[in-house]
């Protein structure tokens, strides 16, 4: 009698017993870090005491922020690389379409100057943290574990590469109405001395050297980043819009949708780590804990400089307030209240 012959595993088999198709985001995300794979004796081919491995082994491995697999967690927007430049193309357009309009009508010439001169000190030196928060970014995606939080990472780069792009833009825009008001000049002398920028100078600038990725998650994503954005999106955008500044307004809003996006995957990856393993909670406490001064400080200079602003309205108080507030919900959405 012959043996039956074993049944063939189906194409996604590597997704266990699922007993569905998986999704297009699943197919071109699951299993992708080589560095992560089964039964390695080091991250890549090569002795495990190189550098590289020893990196690797320390701040990801040997991390506080652990789990059995990673491969488990999915970014709410389960974002893939063809949904996002299609995502992305349809927002620049939308950015582009709104640039033209307000340049036909010579926006920028009929500003204040009192506004202008608050743009040159609280936009335009922007640039600086976008940048410093897209390498914290980038850094999460080379070194975690999972290719579903490596691509949620690297597309949160992206992100921060497009703010950049229309905050130069923008400070491009000024430089030619204005040409003697220091724009394209001045931004990164504002950024080193500014007394207001400081504090989110040294929150951000230290946070490069957090080489645990749990904890350069826990600082960037979950803790400044929702206070931050807020503040320079925001609460900015809505000045802007006060002072009759509807292009800034309209292009910080823009952009606000995609810090959004970084906190509901950031925030379903804590509950995931949470959920997985309830030691990660006590980690993520803990780097919170040590970080909060620092973030606290930042959150103080930049609601003094949104407060500032022609015809603000609000109070410095009143502004940590309310970016304190957004911080508080968005660790409550983390399972960290």
């Known amino acids: 009698m012959t043996e039956p012959q074993p049944r063939k595993l ?16 699943e197919i071109g995300t699951h299993g992708l870090n080589y560095t992560a794979r089964k039964d390695r004796k080091a991250a890549l ?60 009508k010579s926006h920028d010439a009929h500003l204040s100057g009192e506004w202008v001169a608050f743009l040159g000190r609280a936009l335009c030196p922007m640039r600086y943290p976008n940048h410093a928060i897209q390498m914290t970014q980038a850094y999460i995606g080379s070194i975690a574990a999972s290719s579903y939080v490596i691509h949620a990472a690297a597309f949160a780069a992206a992100d921060m590469l497009r703010r950049n792009t229309v905050v130069a833009t923008r400070t491009r825009q000024l430089q030619k109405a204005w040409p003697d008001a220091g724009f394209g000049i001045n931004e990164r002398g504002t950024w080193e001395t500014d007394p207001a920028w400081q504090p989110l100078r040294r929150a951000v600038e230290t946070a490069l ?14 803790a400044l980043r929702p206070a931050v954005d ?67 400080d930042a959150v103080a200079g930049l609601a003094e400089l949104v407060a500032s602003a022609p015809g603000a309205g609000a109070t410095r108080e009143v502004v940590v307030k309310r970016a304190t507030q957004v911080r508080r919900e968005a660790l409550a959405e983390a399972g960290l209240s």
């Not at 652990?66 to 996002?84: L, N």
């Not at 809505?238 to 910080?252: F, H, I, Q, R, V």
């Open 230 to 296: 807020f503040l320079l999106l925001n609460a900015l955008g809505e000045a802007a819009d006060k002072a009759g500044d509807g292009l800034t307004w309209l292009l910080l809003s823009n952009l606000a949708g995609d810090s959004a996006r970084n906190r509901r995957w950031s925030t379903a990856l804590a509950r995931y780590a949470i959920a997985q393993c309830s030691e990660n909670r006590v980690a993520l406490v803990r780097w919170l804990k040590h970080w909060q001064p620092r973030i606290d």
């Open 45 to 104: 081919e090569s002795s495990p005491t190189t550098p590289v491995n020893l990196w690797l082994l320390t701040y990801r491995d040997k991390s506080p922020l652990s789990c059995d697999d990673w491969d488990g967690f999915r970014d709410p927007d389960q974002m893939t690389y063809r949904k996002y430049v299609e995502l992305q193309a349809e927002q620049e357009n939308m950015i582009e379409g709104v640039i033209e309009e307000y340049e036909a």
């Open 10 to 25: 189906r194409t996604w088999s590597a997704f266990g017993d699922i007993k569905r198709v998986p999704s297009e985001y």
């Open 209 to 222: 050297v957090a080489y645990d990725w749990g904890e350069a998650l826990t600082v960037v994503n979950l």
